[in-house]
């Protein structure tokens, strides 16, 4: 209402004088409300811990007497850990087995899923099945099945074979291979679904022409196909590494790190500091620790937004 | 409405021109159309005993009792039915009152996101005050921050909140609050109001629309679909949360199903125990044999960002 005179008031050459009135009169206060949410909610709850974990990285602090300034003890104290190391292993472990397991397969799926004429959405559905069921469901199903005994799920299919039985959660050597392809299980439908929207939009003709120049099957595949997938594949290949390295619910519900330490990943041993029964109350090193960890994937985030942005401006 | 008329005519198209790797000619070729064929049955048949297989094994595990599903775990038919298991899992458990826990922290966290996101939205790409380049820049920026960094400060933000000193520990608000601050939601939301029309909005503003009325009556009815998607998602991302809430709501009368689940492991019979983990999976699987096409299509939404 009051911006209809606006122009009028700008031509006669007031408009430099911005007081508070002029603000509040050309809905700067409605403005505020709207971006109040915003400011509030991610002011406290984003913003805030941020900044807040960087002064916590260099404070001793526990939750009863005033925090001091330490230094760079807590990243000392951090790299000093035995169990940094462990952690950090287990976590390029998982990451290494997560990429053998499941990187190739959801691809060879969809490609194949993309070449049904009939009941793709039949596919789609079975392949996206377990992401629906709620991680913490999936993992304690998946916790019965492991079961050590010769009656468990998983040992009573082996041994119909003569094989087994398997531990597969007690063995120091087979618990990490049995997280991960729960882990792959509870996920490769949703990289499928990604694949599978990719590859449906080949342009048909790259087909057309690979056919003229008398390409096979597999051929279109090799020449065709996966040069159009290459970007999706190195997105998801990022978004995959950014998450295995943060993984924490699988090992901790399956083997809460065991046995041995053989699963300890790097957000269990940040779990642990901050919060665990024997090193808790570690807030410092916790804090420490989690920023190396995301000094470290910052990495990959930007990589990520870096190759997602130019292809949005090119394309 | 309209906006989803085209795809829905793209879909109806004839099979013969959504064509793929294998051609006509390749198809018209026995050997090929075998190896083909045989393939997609084959992949059907994993698919169906790696994606529906589990499930329908704790299907079948809840209503059987836990002896069987001891001796012979992967029996196809169980010797015995009990359902009971099912009540028992009201009368026992309570997984009723977790449930409910968790079906109240979904929508706390669904209104929280929704609000944040819509209103942030709306003053990031409508109103554009100044400094609206160096706000999104920091929304951006909290994007490149794993939410591992946030973890522990966080929790003691929650333990005492700064200014007003009040502890949301063990309360709902513990995880409402935060869950508003996401800034993939105000990122997608801000976008989708960039492609709304300009006209529409000078034309409601000449008909002496204020910025409250555009936001209620314009910019919110235009983004219906781009709501439906972030609220599925956020109904979801709640559902599948386990550290958070775990570390925030230690009373286990406010657990969500999630946090519940876990403990109950060693405190209920095993048949129990499978029945209730059945239960809980339920609704997740009704929403997504719901809102299927959104979800796969939400799927591939994630990953495509170039669109």
């Keep these: 209402m009051s911006s209809r005179a606006e122009p009028a008031v700008a031509a006669s050459g007031v408009r430099k004088r911005r007081g508070p009135l002029t603000w509040v009169s050309r809905d700067g206060l409605s403005t505020l409300a709207f971006l109040l949410p915003l400011l509030l909610i991610f002011g406290i709850f984003s913003w805030f811990p941020i900044l807040r974990s960087f002064v916590m990285s260099v404070q001793e602090t526990n939750l009863v007497s005033t925090p001091t300034f330490v230094g760079l003890d807590n990243f000392a104290n951090v790299l000093g850990d035995p169990l940094f190391g462990t952690a950090v292993a287990n976590t390029a472990y998982f990451a290494l087995l997560a990429l053998i397991f499941g ?213 | 409405m309209k906006l989803s008329l085209p795809s829905r005519v793209g879909r109806k198209a004839p099979p013969a021109e959504q064509r793929g790797i294998v051609s006509l000619a390749d198809w018209h070729r026995r050997r090929i159309r075998w190896t083909v064929q045989t393939v997609h049955v084959l992949t059907l048949i994993l698919l169906i005993i790696v994606g529906l297989g589990p499930i329908l094994w704790l299907a079948k595990a809840a209503i059987t009792p836990t002896q069987d599903t001891l001796r012979q775990p992967m029996a196809l038919w169980p010797n015995g039915f009990d359902l009971s298991l099912l009540t028992q899992a009201f009368t026992k458990v309570h997984i009723e009152r977790y449930f409910m826990n968790t079906v109240w922290i979904a929508v706390g966290s669904w209104m929280c996101q929704i609000t944040v996101a819509t209103t942030a939205g709306y003053a990031l790409s409508v109103l554009r005050p100044r400094g609206t380049r160096l706000l999104y820049g920091l929304v951006l920026a909290t994007l490149f921050v794993p939410s591992i960094v946030l973890l522990v400060p966080l929790y003691l933000t929650v333990l005492d909140m700064p200014l007003v000193n009040i502890k949301l520990l063990d309360t709902f608000w513990a995880v409402w609050l935060p869950a508003g601050a996401s800034a993939f939601n105000v990122v997608i939301i801000k976008r989708f109001f960039d492609n709304l029309p300009r006209e529409i909005f000078e ?104 669109g």
């Design chain 1, 103 to 315: 990187y190739p397969m959801p691809l060879v799926l969809a490609v194949i899923m993309s070449e049904t004429r009939r009941f793709r959405s039949l596919y789609s559905a079975l392949a996206y099945l377990p992401v629906v069921v709620p991680p913490v469901v999936a993992v304690l199903l998946w916790k019965v099945f492991y079961k050590g005994g010769s009656n468990g799920a998983f040992n009573s299919i082996l041994g119909v074979v003569g094989l087994g039985p398997v531990q597969w959660l007690g063995d120091a050597a087979m618990a990490m291979p049995s997280i991960v392809v729960e882990a792959t299980w509870a996920a490769f439908g949703g990289t499928v679904i990604i694949y599978l929207a990719a590859l449906l939009s080949v342009p048909p003709e790259l087909y057309d022409a690979a056919e003229v120049d008398g390409a096979s099957i597999l051929q279109k595949i090799r020449y065709v196909t996966l040069p159009h997938l290459r970007g999706i594949l190195f997105i998801t290949l990022i978004l995959q590494l950014i998450a295995t390295a943060q993984v924490f619910t699988e090992p901790f519900l399956l083997t809460e790190g065991g046995p041995g330490n053989a699963t300890t990943t790097v957000l269990l041993l940040i779990y642990q500091y901050a919060f665990g029964s024997s090193l808790g109350g570690h807030f410092g090193e916790a804090a420490a620790l989690s920023l190396m960890l995301a000094a470290f994937l910052g990495v990959f985030t930007a990589v990520y937004f870096w190759l997602t942005r130019s292809w949005s401006t090119t394309s």
């Design chain 2, 203 to 306: 034309a409601a503003r000449v008909d002496g629309a204020g910025p409250f009325r555009l936001f209620w009556s314009i910019v919110l009815p235009l983004s219906r679909p781009i709501l439906g998607v972030v609220s599925v998602f956020a109904v979801i991302a709640t559902w599948k949360d386990y550290l958070w809430p775990m570390l925030v709501l230690p009373t286990p009368a406010n657990q969500p199903l999630s946090v519940r689940l876990p403990t109950l492991e060693r405190g209920i019979q095993l048949d129990l125990f499978l029945a209730s983990l059945a239960i809980a999976t339920l609704f997740p699987i009704a929403l997504f044999l719901i809102f299927q096409r959104m979800f796969l299509r939400g799927g591939g939404l994630s990953g495509a960002i170039k």
